[in-house]
């Protein structure tokens, strides 16, 4: 079993900056992809970033591509989104996943392809 606990959400106002932890304990983090997610109430959750087991392999929605950035330490077994420049369209509740498998089955930026997820911390822009 795979526990993720997210952290570092807030409310901040519009041009502001946020950093979200991940941290990660059981299964191997190494080897293991992990995502950002994000709802909005009312709306799908939707993919934000995500990062393969290089911490140089890194993907954004075009949503946020430019303002945030994602980021892993294998040795803390924790991942990192650092929000820059929030807009108040980027409230939502901000989830992390894993993907243990080698192979991607679906589609990474479905959230069908992630096996864990933690329980998500919520992010407020104000404008």
């Known amino acids: 079993q795979v526990q993720l606990t997210e952290s570092g959400g807030g409310l901040v106002q519009a041009g502001g900056s946020l950093r979200l932890s991940c941290v990660v304990s059981g299964g191997t983090f190494n080897t293991a992809a992990f995502g950002w997610f994000r709802q909005a109430p009312g709306k799908e959750r939707e993919f934000v970033a995500r990062i393969l087991r290089s911490p140089d392999w890194t993907y954004y929605a075009d949503s946020v591509s430019g303002r945030f950035t994602i980021s892993r330490d294998n040795a803390k077994n924790t991942v990192w989104l650092q929000m820059n420049s929030l807009k108040p369209e980027d409230t939502a509740l901000y989830y992390c996943?894993?993907?243990?498998?080698?192979?991607?089955?679906?589609?990474?930026?479905?959230?069908?392809?992630?096996?864990?997820w933690g329980q998500g911390t919520q992010v407020t822009v104000s404008s």
């Open positions: 996943a894993v993907h243990q498998a080698d192979l991607w089955v679906h589609d990474p930026q479905d959230p069908v392809s992630y096996d864990f």
